[in-house]
C-alpha cells in the first residue's frame, strides 16, 4: 500500500473517531440538535477538503474543533433573523471552554467503554435492556423473574460501579 493511501486511511479513522466528540462540541455552542447535526456536516466536508492541510502528529481533535467553530460561526452568521444572537465575545469564551469539555468527553467515554468491558456478561445485557432497547424496568422485572427494585437496585449498582472504574481510569493518567 502507498504512503498517501495510509495517510488517507488514518486520516478518515481519525476523522471517525472523532465524531461523537465534534457532535457534543457543535451542540455545546448550537443547543439546537438539528442545527448542530447541519452543522457537523459542514464541518465535516471541510475537514475533508483541509486534509492536505492536517499535520500528523498533531491533534486531530482539537484542529476538527477549530474548523467547527468557525462553521458554527458562519451558521450563526446565516442565522441572523433569528431573535437569539450571541455576540462574538460570548461564542469565543463557549468555543473555548466547549472544546476543553469536549476533550474530557471524550476521554470520559474512552473510560466508559473500558469500563463495560469489565462488566460480567449479565450486567452488560442489563444495562442493554434498560439504555439501548429502552425498556422500563418494570419490563425488565417482568422478562427476568425479578421485582423491580430488585431490578433498580441492580442498575444502581452496576452505574456506582462504573463511575467508580472511570474516576480510577481518569487518576491513573487521564486515559484509559
Same mark, same amino acid.
Given at each position: 500500500?502507498?504512503?498517501?493511501?495510509?495517510?488517507?486511511?488514518?486520516?478518515?479513522?481519525?476523522?471517525?473517531?472523532?465524531?461523537?466528540?465534534?457532535?457534543?462540541?457543535?451542540?455545546?455552542?448550537?443547543?439546537?440538535?438539528?442545527?448542530?447535526?447541519?452543522?457537523?456536516?459542514?464541518?465535516?466536508?471541510?475537514?475533508?477538503?483541509?486534509?492536505?492541510?492536517?499535520?500528523?502528529?498533531?491533534?486531530?481533535?482539537?484542529?476538527?474543533?477549530?474548523?467547527?467553530?468557525?462553521? !458554527?460561526?458562519? /451558521? %450563526?452568521?446565516?442565522?441572523?433573523? =433569528?431573535? *437569539?444572537?450571541?455576540? +462574538?465575545?460570548? @461564542?469565543?469564551?463557549? &468555543?473555548?471552554?466547549?472544546?476543553t469539555l469536549s476533550g474530557e468527553f471524550e476521554e470520559h467515554r474512552q473510560s466508559l467503554r473500558l469500563c463495560m468491558k469489565r462488566?460480567?456478561?449479565?450486567?452488560?445485557?442489563?444495562?442493554?435492556?434498560?439504555?439501548?432497547?429502552?425498556?422500563?424496568?418494570?419490563?425488565?422485572?417482568?422478562?427476568?423473574?425479578?421485582?423491580?427494585?430488585? !431490578?433498580?437496585? /441492580? %442498575?444502581?449498582?452496576?452505574?456506582? =460501579?462504573? *463511575?467508580?472504574?472511570? +474516576?480510577?481510569? @481518569?487518576?491513573?493518567? &487521564?486515559?484509559?
Amino acid at each position: 500500500m502507498s504512503d498517501n493511501m495510509e495517510k488517507i486511511e488514518r486520516y478518515v479513522q481519525q476523522l471517525t473517531d472523532c465524531q461523537t466528540r465534534l457532535y457534543a462540541y457543535i451542540l455545546m455552542l448550537l443547543p439546537n440538535h438539528d442545527a448542530a447535526a447541519d452543522v457537523l456536516q459542514e464541518t465535516n466536508l471541510v475537514l475533508w477538503r483541509k486534509a492536505g492541510e492536517f499535520a500528523e502528529g498533531t491533534d486531530f481533535g482539537a484542529w476538527a474543533c477549530r474548523i467547527a467553530y468557525y462553521q !458554527v460561526l458562519a /451558521s %450563526l452568521r446565516d442565522a441572523k433573523r =433569528d431573535r *437569539l444572537i450571541f455576540d +462574538q465575545q460570548l @461564542l469565543d469564551t463557549l &468555543g473555548t471552554e466547549a472544546e476543553t469539555l469536549s476533550g474530557e468527553f471524550e476521554e470520559h467515554r474512552q473510560s466508559l467503554r473500558l469500563c463495560m468491558k469489565r462488566l460480567a456478561e449479565r450486567e452488560r445485557a442489563l444495562l442493554g435492556r434498560r439504555y439501548d432497547a429502552g425498556w422500563s424496568i418494570k419490563r425488565i422485572a417482568g422478562e427476568l423473574g425479578q421485582s423491580p427494585g430488585a !431490578v433498580a437496585t /441492580s %442498575l444502581y449498582r452496576i452505574r456506582l =460501579d462504573l *463511575l467508580d472504574c472511570i +474516576q480510577k481510569n @481518569l487518576e491513573e493518567g &487521564g486515559r484509559p
